[in-house]
């Protein structure tokens, strides 16, 4: 069982940049590949970035490809989304998730375990 944490949204304005942090709880972390997703108002939850149960794979969402960058400190259970050069449309709760694959996945339904989210706002 893993419980995740997420922190770090708040309002920003468009250009700027903000860090999120999903803290884990519970067993073996590195058990885990990481993923970031959010959903927008009125839209379905879609796809980040995604991270390898010892960072040496990520993927992007080609949205945000060459902005965001997804990280983890596996010593510490926390795994990070720096957010810059953010636009309006990057607006969402932000979640993590744990999917017990070693490269995780694109796909939500294959996670196991979610965070509550955390709202991002983006100004313009």
């Known amino acids: 069982q893993v419980q995740l944490v997420e922190s770090g949204g708040r309002l920003v304005q468009a250009g700027g940049s903000l860090r999120l942090s999903c803290a884990a709880s519970?067993?073996?972390?590195?058990?885990?590949?990481m993923g970031w997703f959010r959903q927008a108002p009125g839209k379905e939850r879609e796809f980040v970035a995604r991270?390898?149960?010892?960072?040496?794979?990520?993927v992007y969402a080609i949205s945000v490809k060459g902005r965001f960058t997804i990280s983890r400190d596996n010593p510490r259970k926390t795994v990070y989304l720096q957010m810059n050069n953010v636009e309006p449309e990057d607006t969402a709760v932000y979640y993590c998730?744990?999917?017990?694959?070693?490269?995780?996945?694109?796909?939500?339904?294959?996670?196991?375990?979610w965070g509550q989210g955390t709202q991002v706002i983006v100004s313009s």
């Open positions: 998730a744990a999917d017990r694959g070693a490269l995780g996945s694109s796909f939500d339904y294959e996670y196991d375990f």
């Open positions: 991270i390898s149960w010892n960072g040496g794979s990520t």
């Open positions: 519970g067993r073996a972390f590195t058990n885990y590949a």
